[in-house]
């Protein structure tokens, strides 16, 4: 259940442009972390710092395999 929360959040956040600045200035994985669970929490959303992190590491392997297919 909170894999989808956060991935309802997730869709909320490019939706926003406000949100996306909160979580842009952050510069330090942990902070991001931190800081997404905390606006989730406060939207009312529910998920953990696993669900982030795996959220992080889907997004730069999706980068990386992205750059090595050209």
Do not use: C
């Not at 953990?48 to 730069?60: R, T, W, Y």
Request: net charge negative; proline share 1%.
């Amino acid at each position: 259940m909170s894999r989808e929360n956060f991935e309802t959040f997730r869709r909320l956040v490019l939706t926003d442009p406000a949100l996306q600045e909160k979580l842009r200035a952050v510069s330090d994985r942990e902070t991001f972390r931190i800081l997404t669970i905390q606006i989730g929490t406060e939207l009312g959303f529910d998920f953990n710092a696993e669900e982030v992190e795996s959220a992080l590491k889907d997004g730069q392997r999706a980068w990386i395999e992205r750059w090595i297919q050209q």
